[in-house]
């Protein structure tokens, strides 16, 4: 057991699938594992572990940003020796050409602030994905149809941003979305040679200003999960 994850030796797969809400964990894990166990409750966020195809999966709640999702990495990484940590979550779109309902492959992530900043001081480290993972992610989502953009997204330290040039100089580079945790997530694989990858659903749009509705969101999340187990375990 950790400060934050009361499971015990054991109980954590090597694979962690990693969204922000700890209700969406339980949906996963109800949804896609067989025999899913709970082995996390300690502060609401919910932590699960079963099967998937014969392969074990935990898939355990990350909370919201970075400093949150940095918590319990690092918890995962080094009390519990998971080797290959993927976040599933949703972002806002920033490209026409990104819709609603699209999955983002984050190859890389661009930011202002992680919780690691201290360590790197004056120099800008480029946070980015295990490319193994991304290239069967891709594939994955090729066979099941599920229209997906690879690319750079913009890992944001606040929700209610007040930076609307920040978002437009995004938006003029090419970022494909943004989203609040996988920049520290990849800093962290890094740092103890792990595999990362974010697998993100579009729910809403910054330039569109489309939102995707509450009752279309189960299978669209669904799709980004099954990408995320396929890359994992392909």
Known sequence: MTIHIGAKPGEIA??????????????????????????????????FTGTWKGNRVTIQGSGMGMPSLSIYANELITEYNAQTLIRIGSCGGMQDH????????????????????????????????DFDLLHKAFHAAERLD??????????????????????????????????????????????????ALAVLTVSDHLVTHEALPADQRERSFGDMVEI??????A
């Open 14 to 47: 090597e694979t962690v699938l990693m969204p922000g809400d700890p209700y969406r964990a339980k949906w996963a894990a109800e949804t896609f594992l067989d025999d899913a166990v709970c082995v996390n409750e300690v502060r609401g966020m919910l932590g």
């Open 146 to 195: 599920v229209k997906t953009h690879v690319g750079g997204i913009y890992s944001s330290d606040v929700f209610y941003d007040e930076r609307p040039d920040l978002t437009e100089q995004m938006m003029r580079h090419g970022i494909l979305g943004v989203e609040m945790e996988a920049a520290e997530l990849y800093i962290l694989a890094a740092r103890h040679k792990r595999r």
């Open 98 to 129: 990104v819709g609603v309902r699209d999955v983002i492959l984050a190859s890389t992530t661009t930011t202002l602030s992680t919780p690691s900043r201290g360590i790197f001081k004056e120099l800008n480290y480029a946070p980015t994905a």
């Open 228 to 233: 995320a187990l396929s890359a994992a375990f």
